[in-house]
Structures are given as structure tokens and as C-alpha cells.
């Protein structure tokens, strides 16, 4: 399997920029599959946001199949969620 050396400078310049993230990778061997859950989450506000916008993602997987995606969510309320 690939290293994940840069899923942890990505990591690493998050916190450096005091943004608070959730990053998770899945990565596929021939005989295994590994996945990590990388995360710093330290305000009720930054959990709140991250778990909405995970719903969305489960919600657009489901909807949308496979593939790549984006999601920006901007504000309190899923109203101001742009997909």
C-alpha cells in the first residue's frame, strides 16, 4: 500500500491554519484494505458543521452512486448547504 505521507501534511497545515477537519482515506491492497480517520474538531460549532456536512455526503452517495464530489457549507442551517 501507498504511504500516506501527504494526507499528513495536508493534516499538518490544517492545524498549523487552526482549521478544524475531519479527513478520512480508504486505501485498497490486494489482500487488504486499510482506512484512517484523521481529525481535530475543538468547538461545539466545528463539530456541528462537520457532522452536517457528513450527512449531506451519505445522503449524496446514496443518491448519486460513485464518483468524486464536493460539498461547501456555509452557515448555521442546511439551507445554506451549495452542492
Not at 490544517?14 to 475531519?22: H, S, T
Not at 482515506?25 to 484494505?33: C, S
Not at 460549532?45 to 461547501?72: F, R
Amino acid at each position: 500500500m501507498a504511504t500516506n505521507d501527504f494526507v499528513h501534511d495536508l493534516v499538518d497545515k490544517l492545524a498549523e491554519e487552526k482549521i478544524e477537519y475531519l479527513v478520512i482515506t480508504v486505501q485498497k491492497g490486494k489482500e487488504e484494505h486499510k482506512g484512517n480517520a484523521y481529525y481535530n474538531i475543538t468547538t461545539v460549532d466545528g463539530l456541528d458543521i462537520i457532522a452536517t456536512t457528513w450527512d449531506h455526503v451519505m445522503v449524496n452517495l446514496n443518491d448519486d452512486g460513485d464518483g468524486p464530489g464536493e460539498l461547501e457549507f456555509d452557515g448555521n442551517d442546511d439551507s445554506n448547504l451549495i452542492s
